[in-house]
């Protein structure tokens, strides 16, 4: 009983989260409310009190989420599979919906992109996204050294690729906000990771 009662809690924070992204990328910062984004996934304010503090954690949260799944997914696969292949498998899995996120309406990629853009841009975010993206890199360094066989205290390695990993998702996700290239995460993510996993060699 106690495992299916964390699975809910699990589902409720996740949800609670995209919710939170969701709404604030289409309405914008001040325009949400912590009422708007309880009512989006059926719960009371004082639920999500119990969840998240802010609205900036809540959206941070699906940050956190989707880097921390990347790095289980990394520990579960398979043994032989060469590291930078298994991280772009692993990489590329987090950018697949969830369930809890199948009755929010949706957006077209460029409307999405805007505004992900104005959300990010918000100051009350970014200490939130620093904060999730240091606890989801010192997570995937762990899972990158168990894999390698390698001393997280000792090795440069581990640590090294978490934050290459991550330096390319995050510039993936800015480029794909900017809608300058006009291509979609699933494009741009694979090619950031490639060109890291080949040493960012000169064009």
Do not use: C
Not at 78 to 96: H, S, V
Not at 149 to 175: C, F, I, Q
């Amino acid at each position: 009983m106690s495992g299916l009662r964390e699975r809910k809690k699990e589902a409720t924070r996740a949800a609670l989260s995209w919710a939170a992204v969701r709404l604030t990328a289409e309405r914008g910062w001040s325009a949400v409310k912590v009422e708007d984004i309880a009512a989006a996934v059926g719960v009371s304010p004082r639920t999500y009190n119990n969840y998240f503090s802010s609205k900036a954690e809540a959206i941070a949260f699906r940050h956190l989420e989707r880097s921390l799944r990347l790095a289980a997914e990394l520990r579960q696969g398979p043994p032989g599979e060469p590291l930078w292949e298994a991280i772009m498998r692993a990489a590329l899995r987090q950018l697949e919906p969830g369930p809890e996120v199948e009755h929010m309406p949706p957006q077209g990629p460029d409307e999405w992109a805007a505004g992900l853009r104005v959300m990010l841009a918000e100051p009350a975010l970014e200490a939130e996204m620093l904060r999730a993206g240091k606890i989801a890199e010192k997570e995937l360094a762990e899972a990158i050294a168990d894999r390698a066989g390698m001393n997280l205290g000792t090795d440069l390695y581990p640590r090294l690729v978490a934050a290459s990993v991550m330096a390319a998702s995050n510039v993936a996700l800015e480029l794909f906000v900017q809608g300058g290239t006009g291509e979609p995460m699933e494009v741009l993510l694979p090619r950031a990771l490639r060109m890291v996993a080949a040493g960012l060699p000169t064009p």
